[in-house]
């Protein structure tokens, strides 16, 4: 199912607007995947609690996956 977001543009905007399915997309990533988000600030300013929730399922997904790491410039 990953696989088929990470591909398709439609599904991969639906793992963004749900953190549920961007938290199990990104613990199945099985080959090394960095993320990395630029101006995280700006980010925060923007989303505010919903930035805080991003964060936090990204430092999950982290911790969960071998395979997936999240680095934060800000």
């Given at each position: 199912?990953?696989?088929?977001m990470?591909?398709?543009?439609?599904?991969?905007?639906w793992?963004?607007?749900n953190?549920?399915?961007?938290?199990?997309?990104?613990?199945?990533?099985?080959?090394?995947?960095?993320?990395?988000?630029?101006?995280?600030?700006?980010?925060?300013?923007?989303?505010?609690?919903?930035?805080?929730?991003?964060?936090?399922?990204?430092?999950?997904?982290?911790?969960?996956?071998?395979?997936?790491?999240?680095?934060?410039?800000?």
């Open positions: 199912m990953c696989e088929e990470i591909k398709n543009p439609y599904r991969r905007v793992a963004c607007v953190l549920d399915a961007l938290h199990d997309c990104l613990t199945d990533v099985g080959e090394p995947t960095e993320l990395v988000i630029r101006n995280g600030r700006a980010l925060d300013e923007a989303m505010g609690d919903q930035a805080a929730a991003l964060r936090r399922v990204l430092a999950d997904c982290a911790a969960e996956n071998e395979w997936f790491t999240v680095a934060w410039e800000e």
